[in-house]
């Protein structure tokens, strides 16, 4: 069906567009008149909702019939990212006339141990999917001033994984800096130098809910069982146990067997260790036993490079200049960098223009413009009492004086808002409250900002100051 589709598609667009857009995308499944397409990214199924929906609906009813529906898949991201290990599945926005349905996702199917990892242990030669992502390789992670240390640290790892001092390898730094790809990259390098070592690349987020829910069905020691069997152990993004002391404690444990036995344990975290909150000081301090190597933002060249790099992989030409253009102008994040270069292709080849500089700036613009930077909780304290025209600390302090309170319950839930900070991590922050007064807070603000006009004008303000 998928392919009768394509030759249709293929012959009402460019070519161009066909090989960017067309030529990724796997059919998966079909199922009476649903057909599942799994598309590389959120981004990618985004663009085909806006600008292929009719054509692909055209095609789709010919083979299918009227009723025919399209079902997207996102891999990549989704599948290896932090936010869920599995595919995830996209209903198709309500402007298309093309109804989605859910499906399971094949990845699931294909890995049943992973889906409940912590059911199976005990047996010996467990198989264990590694959760990997093949195309985050060293390879394809460009060397330059702002890495080297990390990318060589983690080579060193995966030629003698816990067999060197860089134990736990601990990569931090800021967001779309390359974390995750390095830390998948020394897994992939460690199963194709040690095919009989288990490694195991999970993020925190989906660790803590496999904790959580083994406490729910009573087998939180099959949980532990379960890594402590892990070779290498790939933790992403560990900052975010700040807050969760129960899961906290069984990674403790976890780690303290994989240590002494030898294994390698390697992290990621978007803090140096001392930056982290709300992380327990045995925690902290073995983190800091073997190697923290921090991600910093890439120098030009190494933009350039990355840049050309990704073009040569897509096949796509781009004049210096406005290679030059985009590593000048998107400086702080590699993710961006690369979001920009695919649509830059995307509007040529749509609207089959050259890629000119001028295009280049428009969409440069856009992404300066789209991208909300995250506030911090300083800052919000510091917005949220010049507007109240008090000082932080006034802010911060005990007083129960309605106005100074009211203050304090905003720059809080301002803090739930707009930073991925934990209710407990916010109340430390915040004059060392604890987790309760922060929900507290939070309800408040949304009560009286429905009850209290004056009240709801605040919120406003403050909304503005803080998000623009
Ligand atoms: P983080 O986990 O730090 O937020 P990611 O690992 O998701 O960042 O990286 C963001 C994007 O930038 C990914 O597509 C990754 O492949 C790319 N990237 C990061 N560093 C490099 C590098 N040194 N060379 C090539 N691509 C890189
Ligand atoms: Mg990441």
Redesign the pocket.
Known sequence: VWVNCLSFIQDNITPQAYKTWFEPIKAVKLTDNALSIQVPSKFFYEWLEEHYVKLLKVSLTRELGENAKLVYVIRM?NTY??KQPFTEKIPSSQRTQISSQDIDSPLRNKSPELKNPFIIPGIRNVKIDSQLNP??SFD?????D??RLA?NAGMAVSNKPGGTSFNPLLIF????????????AIGVEVKDKYPEKTVLYISAEKFTQQYIESVKKNNRNDFIHFYQIIDVLIV??IQLLSGKAGTQDVFFHIFNHLHQNGKQVIL?S?KAPVDMQDIEQRLLSRFKWGLSAE?QH?DFE?RV??IK??LYRDGVEMPEDIVEYLANNIKT???E??GAIISLIAHSSFNKKDITIDLARKIVENYVKNTKKEVSIEYIQKVVSDYFQMDVETLQSKTRKRHIVQARQLAMFFAKKLTKASLASIGTQIGKRDHATVLHACKTVNNLSTTDKQFKKFVEDLNKKLTL
Not at 173 to 184: I, N, S
Request: proline share 2%; net charge negative.
């Open positions: 991201e990212g932090n195309n985050y394809n992670f460009l060397e330059g702002s890495n990318r730094g800021g967001v779309g800096l390359g974390k995750t790809h390095l830390a998948h992403d993004d990621t978007d991600l890439p190494t490079s990355i790099n990704k994040n590699i993710r960098l690369e």
